[in-house]
Nanobody, 129 residues
């Protein structure tokens, strides 16, 4: 069955960097639109970035220029490189997948969690001052 397993979270000081990974199994990874979401305590889950089968990407405005999403189809792995981390980036980070060759370019679509069929269990990122 489909399984998504995130790793790479941790505690970091503001201005630091982390790289998250999401190992996928049980489906043809390359043909899925993949996404990173995050959820801070008391907040709704929000879309962070997506990448499609052609490696076209979308980013939330709050992370543009700081985060980079990528994928390695040979390794069935999704990545999120996070630089210049801010206190407000503290959240549980989730990877998600939907069976579409492309991801919508509209944040109002790709940023909705009910678009995605599969989810990982999450990895915690904590940014401190």
């Amino acid at each position: 069955q489909v399984q998504l397993v995130e790793s790479g979270g941790g505690s970091v000081q503001a201005g630091g960097s982390l790289r998250l990974s999401c190992a996928a199994s049980g489906y043809t990874f390359s043909i899925y639109c993949m996404a990173w979401f995050r959820q801070a305590p008391g907040n709704e889950r929000e879309g962070v970035a997506t990448i499609d089968s052609a490696s076209s990407t979308n980013y939330a405005d709050s992370v543009k220029g700081r985060f980079t999403i990528s994928r390695d189809n040979a390794k069935n792995t999704l990545y999120l490189e996070m630089n210049s981390l801010k206190l407000e980036d503290t959240a549980m980070y989730y990877c998600a997948a939907v069976r579409n060759w492309v991801c919508s370019r509209d944040y109002d679509v790709w940023g909705r969690d009910n678009v995605y069929n599969y989810w990982g269990q999450g990895t915690q990122v904590t940014v401190s001052s």
